[in-house]
């Protein structure tokens, strides 16, 4: 909880004159930097584009051509990164993966940061009792392992794409909440709540308007930290076959059923293995590098 | 510090009634608890049994009052595969479990925070570099790719190490070093910076100016103020540490606790998963209260505080 005392001792931040740091900084930004947008960038596009650009449909399986080994391995060109057990292309499945994957993460992401953000707010407002509740719920998910709860609401209550991204959802949530309580009641004992509460404004338009964009920076860099968690956790409820089901594929998944041919077909879990690793490690070094530029107090 | 100590106390309580109080409600809402638990295909008369020995037909809050006093007599029920009592199917599995997390916190710990002081101490040199490099990539990379990648080397390529089972110790060593070295890396980033924020104070810059050699400056005055924020990571890390046993064991086949939750969510054996998620997280809140015991011991400004109480 000491985080929670050193956030409302803060004083407020104003968005401007970061944005007009960040502009300045923008002229020397590591070359790992420039590397890690370029990857996310170039992630971004093939789940965009994926049914474009897909050599063939993920789940076309062909038989004749199985377990055929991938270019860097004397493949031919035909199947850029090989086939699978059931003869069908590892490179669509893997492009239809990182659409999947990225678009759960997304998904768990916004959700995570409104409903942290929301019962932050809450708290911030009504104090007393109610807050107490919600600091009760943050110490309750700090209780249990996220992995271990996830797959006790998997069990009861089978699985589904929605339940599965709004399960993920639940992940972090205390942590945005955290922020965002502190942060308002910083905000709170500002003049500038004050006036606009004097002005009449109903308590959604102060929070909603004004409190927000004061604290946005700090939920953004939150937000950039939890997304590659997020990542790791789908692909390792995938990983275990408790997250996305086949038809549906994510990288989890791929992971998981290349395991069974670990030693005959090695490329089939290593082209989905090394997204994983290089998409989580440029979001966490991304996520990095702004929380120094935006919020050097954030930890 | 009673007051401290009390009131992390009353925390921990807290947390367990929340924990039980959520099992309660989830599996209020997934149905009929006496199907739900029995299955489906559970003879009527032995869901009848059930029902009244669980107190199905009282009124809601006296079915909570009764759930709560099941688990404390450690009735949780049976399993749905083989009709044992769960709380000895769960329990003839931890000791396997532990030989997998115990050495993996040692290593942890024995790795984690000398590479990370190491690291700090000799800041942007090669070994610095190299730390922080392997801390990235052991954020980066799921535990289930790192084994994976550990059995390709070890088990295919060279065929030094067994990939699965547990029938000699040569079966432990690929996931005691996949989660031994997740937890350091973690541990070595997080000991790194809350060394280097020490070493950036004023009373080390002080320390130095009267005098004192720089190992007394480091052993006496940066390490056991660096100890105070690693003691609160290292609770969290236990969360990790149960979290990478359900995947680590599930990876190399090896008959813990976390393989038996796995299998058991496929399953939907509800018992089993219910006494092992109450089991994890009665765990955590006692290891957490033993972290805050700690800190509080550790952190001068509370002894500060006693003292100041007495006086």
Not at chain 1, 124 to 142: K, M, P, T, Y
Not at chain 1, 162 to 179: P, Q
Not at chain 1, 231 to 236: A, D, P, Q, R, V
């Amino acid at each position: 909880m000491a985080d929670i005392q050193s956030t409302e001792a803060r004083p407020g931040r104003s968005g401007l004159a970061q944005g007009q740091n960040l502009l300045a900084q923008l002229g020397q930004v590591p070359v790992l930097m420039v590397i890690a947008v370029i990857w996310l960038g170039f992630m971004l596009a093939v789940a965009l584009l994926a049914d474009v650009i897909t050599p063939y449909p993920y789940t076309q399986i062909y038989l004749h051509n199985r377990l055929s080994t991938p270019v860097f391995m004397g493949g031919d060109w035909a199947h850029l990164l090989g086939t699978d057990e059931l003869g069908r292309d590892v490179l669509s499945r893997l492009i239809a993966s990182i659409r999947m994957s990225l678009l759960i993460a997304f998904g768990a992401t916004i959700i995570g940061a409104v409903l942290g953000v929301t019962l932050g707010f809450v708290a911030a407002h009504f104090r007393g009792f109610i807050e107490q509740i919600v600091l009760a719920l943050v110490d309750f998910s700090a209780a249990i392992p996220f992995l271990v709860l996830a797959l006790a609401v998997l069990a009861f209550f089978g699985n589904s794409i929605t339940l599965f991204i709004c399960l993920l959802g639940l992940h972090a949530w205390e942590r945005y909440a955290r922020i965002a309580r502190g942060l308002a009641i910083s905000g709170n004992a500002q003049g500038y709540a004050a006036a606009v509460h004097q002005l009449g404004a109903s308590p959604l338009r102060l929070y909603g308007r004004h409190i927000l964009p004061n604290i946005a920076s700090t939920l953004i860099v939150s937000m950039t930290l939890a997304f590659p968690e997020i990542i790791l956790l789908e692909s390792g409820l995938s990983f275990l076959g408790l997250g996305v089901q086949p038809p549906n594929t994510s990288l989890g998944n791929m992971v998981g059923f290349g395991r069974e041919y670990l030693t005959g077909a090695p490329w089939i879990m290593l082209a989905p293995a090394f997204v994983i690793t290089v998409t989580a490690l440029s979001i966490s070094l991304l996520g990095d590098w702004l929380r120094d530029k935006l919020d050097p107090t954030l930890t | 510090m009673l007051h401290y100590f009390g009131s992390r106390l009353l925390r921990a309580i807290v947390s367990v009634v929340m924990v039980v109080t959520f099992v309660f409600i989830v599996l209020r809402l997934s149905g009929d608890p006496a199907i739900v638990i029995m299955g489906a295909d559970a003879p009527p008369e032995a869901v009848d049994a059930f029902r009244t020995s669980w107190g199905l037909d009282q009124p809601i809050w006296v079915q909570y009052l009764t759930f709560f006093k099941a688990i404390f007599s450690g009735d949780l029920g049976q399993s749905m595969r083989d009709g044992r009592d769960v709380v000895s199917v769960v329990l003839e599995r931890v000791p396997s479990t532990l030989a997998l997390t115990v050495p993996a916190f040692l290593l942890n710990v024995g790795i984690g925070i000398p590479a990370g002081v190491y690291a700090a101490l000799h800041r942007n040199s090669a070994i610095d570099r190299f730390v922080m490099v392997m801390a990235v990539t052991g954020f980066a990379m799921p535990s289930f790719i790192l084994a994976m990648l550990l059995v390709l080397v070890f088990s295919v390529s060279l065929g030094w190490l067994p990939s699965a089972g547990q029938d000699s110790w040569r079966h432990a060593i690929l996931p005691i070093a996949t989660m031994g070295f997740g937890g350091a890396a973690l541990l070595a980033r997080f000991t790194r910076s809350a060394m280097l924020e020490v070493l950036g104070q004023s009373y080390i810059r002080t320390a130095s100016a009267k005098g004192l050699s720089w190992s007394a400056v480091v052993w006496r005055h940066a390490l056991q103020n660096a100890a105070i924020p690693t003691v609160t990571i290292i609770g969290f890390m236990l969360g990790g540490l149960v979290a990478g046993a359900v995947v680590v064991e599930s990876v190399f086949s090896w008959p813990g606790v976390g393989r038996l939750l796995v299998v058991s969510v496929a399953n939907r054996d509800l018992a089993v998963v219910q006494a092992i998620v109450l089991m994890i997280a009665i765990t955590m809140v006692a290891a957490n209260l033993v972290v805050d015991v700690l800190y509080g011991l550790l952190d001068p400004k509370m002894q500060l505080q006693t003292r100041q109480a007495r006086g």
